[in-house]
């Protein structure tokens, strides 16, 4: 699969990009794609909720009234459940919700994402793709040139590119991220 290379301006540079077949056209695994985006969401997840439940609530030491004799039910503490002030029955507890995935099943995801967007063609490519300064203007403008602008875009650069992502930060719907970082849920 072949690729045109893109200036700033939107105007084609008359280079091309060969695709790799090993990447770009394999045939998608689609649950290998659920399975690595489920794991991802899981992981970001702290699990950090967490109710007192009657022995953790603070009070409630002396007996609220004596066993017998006065008509009420039995009460030992004024911390039971059902009382105002008491503990929660059954409240959620801290854990985690870590899922690990293989080597392998992340990178046929990866790569089963990586061919989706290419047959649905939405990988563009654009040559020296910096600024001397972060600009968010500039980055607006070319995002218009090249068709994309009010439309959710990632870009990934090779390398750090502290301009870059300085001036993409701001714009809604654009993420820019270093080409190695990019997850199968961006």
Request: net charge positive; aromatic share 8%.
């Amino acid at each position: 699969m072949k690729l045109e290379v893109y200036k700033k301006d939107g105007t084609k540079s008359g280079e091309s990009i060969e695709l790799s077949k090993e990447i770009f056209e394999i045939e998608p695994n689609d649950h290998v794609l659920y399975l690595a985006v489920k794991a991802y969401l899981a992981n970001q997840r702290q699990g950090t909720h967490k109710t007192k439940e009657r022995s953790e609530v603070r009070g409630g030491g002396k007996k609220p009234w004596k066993q017998k004799g006065r008509g009420g039910a039995r009460a030992g503490t004024s911390r039971s459940p059902i009382w105002v002030g008491g503990g929660r029955i059954f409240g959620p507890k801290p854990h985690g919700y870590r899922q690990k995935l293989n080597k392998k099943v992340l990178a046929l995801a990866r790569k089963s994402a990586l061919s989706y967007k290419a047959k649905a063609t939405q990988i563009v490519v654009v040559e020296d793709f910096d600024f001397e300064a972060p600009k968010s203007k500039e980055f607006t403008t070319i995002l218009t040139a090249l068709n994309l602008k009010g439309k959710k875009t990632l870009f990934l650069t090779g390398g750090y590119k502290k301009n870059v992502y300085l001036s993409g930060r701001n714009i809604e719907r654009v993420n820019v991220l270093e080409a190695n970082k990019a997850s199968k849920y961006n």
